[in-house]
């Protein structure tokens, strides 16, 4: 009979109030596949909160309390920041105390960096990018099935172990977010033996929301291309109207944005392109595979090594000069045969007016 543990964790934000307390949207993620399998398995299912305090753990526990779940929290002022001591502490003690024999984490940095150490010490084995976590108690030890990627998201893999406690680190975007009544609970606190503590957070560095320009919770993905720096019908590159455009239409739809490698490695030449764009927004074989609805690819020609990477992306359109492009050869479902600056600059146009509207 397994036992399941999902490890969950409050969402950053340097605010330790109970009224503040959330659990991010991946540890509710996680809290939904552990839901599933439970009810699959007909196994019992504990939920592990780590947070900064008590009351926060009670408000975030309350927010589960729909689940029927266990309810096992460490907290305290030591899990207030990620640090690797701490919390391989706290989620080493949440599985004592659970037993649990299948561990579902979703794939957060904070737990990335400490599943494995987590699961050596408990003597388990881990697996991570897991998609989706299937099988039946009838099927006997085997039951359990682990579905995951390999080779640039070519080939699926769907994996079992005999090895318990089994760690899944559940890729973010694969699940639906759990989302439930909030109501009076049971929370179990865990105390923790802490370690020697060598290492001190100081404080978090991060690109304000406006200069971010990836968001792995957009609906859409925009990607450009390197069209938008190439030499246009009047003979000239526009570099800089395309970055107006570009951030202008993130700025109001709220888009992740993607690049082509192409674009992204002329950049790296020291060539004056798009400032705002890294390597970190190239979608491809060599790049990222994100999670999206919905996909609008820009002067870019949707080359394969390109769009392998768009394997998640559920509706593609794309807007591109050429007939030709790997985009209109069976890639997208729509494509725009037309100029992106002028596309872009009437879709910006028209998402302007429609926010003057619910302005007015
Ligand atoms: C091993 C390997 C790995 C690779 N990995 C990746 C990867 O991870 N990601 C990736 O992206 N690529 C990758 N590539 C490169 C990939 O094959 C392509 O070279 C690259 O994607 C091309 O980028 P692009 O389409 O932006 O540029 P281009 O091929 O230069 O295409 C630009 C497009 O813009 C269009 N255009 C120009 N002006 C306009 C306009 N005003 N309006 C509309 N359209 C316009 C043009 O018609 C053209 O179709 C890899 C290649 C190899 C060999």
């Known amino acids: 009979m397994n036992t399941i543990l999902v490890l969950t964790h409050i969402a950053l934000s340097g605010e330790t109030s109970a009224e ?20 699959r398995l007909g196994a019992a299912l504990t939920i592990g909160i780590v947070a900064p305090g008590s009351a926060a753990a009670a408000t975030a526990a309350s927010s589960l309390a729909s689940t029927g779940a266990r309810l096992l929290a460490v907290s305290g002022e030591a899990f207030a920041q990620p ?43 881990i697996d991570t990018h897991i998609t989706a976590v299937g099988g039946t108690e009838a099927g006997g030890s085997d039951a359990i099935l682990a579905t995951r ?3 640039r998201q ?74 938008w720096t190439k030499k246009q019908a009047d003979g000239q590159t526009h570099a800089a109207e395309a970055a107006e455009l570009i951030l202008g239409f993130l700025r109001a739809s709220g888009a992740s944005l993607g690049s082509s490698k192409s674009l992204v490695d002329q950049g790296g030449e020291g060539n004056s ?3 705002f764009l890294t390597h970190l927004n190239q979608i491809g074989q060599t790049g990222a595979t994100p999670r999206h609805a919905k996909g609008l690819s820009t002067c870019c020609h949707g080359e394969e090594p ?55």
């Open 83 to 125: 640090r690797f001591s701490t919390d391989a502490a706290a989620c080493e003690a949440l599985c004592r105390a659970a037993q649990a024999t299948i561990v579902l984490a979703p794939a957060s940095s904070r737990y990335t960096r400490i599943a494995a150490a987590v699961a050596h010490r408990l003597g388990g084995f």
């Open 154 to 227: 070519r080939v699926e893999a769907v994996l079992s172990r005999d090895a318990r406690p089994w760690f899944l680190l559940l890729d973010a975007g694969t699940h639906a977010a759990f989302a439930g009544q909030s109501g009076p609970t049971q929370v179990e606190e865990v105390a923790v033996q802490l370690p020697a503590l060598r290492t001190t957070v100081s404080g978090l560095r991060a690109p304000s929301q406006g200069t971010q320009t990836i968001r792995p919770d957009a609906k859409l993905l925009f990607v450009a291309g390197a069209g």
């Open 20 to 39: 503040t307390a959330a659990l991010t949207k991946a540890s509710l993620e996680a809290v939904t596949a552990g839901q599933e399998l439970a009810a």
């Open 149 to 151: 990627w390999f080779y």
């Open 306 to 360: 390109h769009v392998v990477g768009w394997r998640f992306i559920g509706e593609r359109r794309a807007v591109s000069l050429d007939p030709n492009c790997g985009w209109s050869r069976g890639k997208a479902d729509v494509v725009y045969v037309a100029d992106a600056f002028q596309v872009m600059a009437w879709v910006n146009a028209r998402l302007e007016s429609a926010k003057a509207q619910d302005n007015a």
């Open 273 to 275: 392109v798009l400032p």
